[in-house]
């Protein structure tokens, strides 16, 4: 029996067909992917909470429990020896007397510019440029091995105090290079950097709204879904 092959129209036909289910079928793909930085972001919130955990039970950078009201003045405990030069009663990132541990027992890493000297050192930053206790910005900026821009602040001493980190993902001269915002004349539906805030406890939220639902959402996969969420609040 003579074998039969396909006709030019049978082939056209089947080719047309694939191309119209692919593009019926390609947006709902796509959305139900995660967004390309939202694994990123979340890697940032893992290192600056690793990194701020372990200076925090540290002794001899910060002191997170407060001294009872038996403790002299001017004392505290390092190693569980009272030093009569630090600051006292201070409790966990408002201790910002400079570290009795030797390598960071430099001035730079005291006042409001301690701990944003010394994330940037914990994160491993290069090309580093050190927030300044004399400047009224106390901003330290670094990039990092894995090509992404750091900038960490100290904001709103009024309402306590606390500290920001904005990371830049893309750094390709195409890149957006901001935050989400859905209103407004600052509106970026595509963000490319996302903001993170601590606070004197060492705990950290996100920023902005994007970054806000992908902590809350850490296992959601549906990138249209953090999108939506992000918009409603």
Not at 19 to 40: E, G, H, T
Not at 149 to 175: C, E, H, K, M, Y
Request: overall charge negative; glycine content about 6%.
């Amino acid at each position: 029996m003579k074998k039969r092959g396909f006709t030019l129209a049978e082939i056209l036909i089947t080719l047309g067909i694939i191309a119209v289910a692919s593009a019926i079928l390609a947006p709902a793909i796509m959305n139900m992917r995660p967004d390309r930085y939202k694994f990123k972001v979340l890697e940032c919130y893992k290192v600056i909470s690793e990194a701020t955990e372990a200076m925090l039970n540290n002794p001899e950078i910060y002191y997170r429990k407060p001294i009872d009201s038996s403790t002299p003045t001017n004392a505290f405990l390092t190693n569980g020896t009272l030093n009569p030069n630090t600051q006292y009663g201070c409790n966990g990132l408002r201790c910002n007397e400079k570290p009795t541990l030797s390598q960071f027992n430099d001035n730079k890493y005291s006042g409001v510019c301690k701990y944003p000297n010394l994330i940037a050192d914990f994160l491993k930053l290069e090309n580093i440029t050190y927030c300044n206790n004399s400047s009224p910005s106390c901003i330290a900026t670094g990039h990092r091995a894995d090509n992404t821009d750091w900038t960490i602040s100290f904001v709103s001493p009024q309402a306590g105090g606390r500290w920001r980190i904005d990371v830049d993902l893309d750094l390709s001269a195409n890149s957006s290079n901001c935050t989400y915002q859905n209103t407004g004349n600052n509106k970026c539906l595509s963000p490319d950097t996302f903001s993170f805030t601590i606070n004197f406890n060492g705990d950290i939220s996100g920023l902005d709204q994007l970054t806000r639902v992908y902590l809350s959402n850490m296992a959601n996969t549906d990138k249209s879904a953090d999108f939506e969420e992000a918009a409603e609040q």
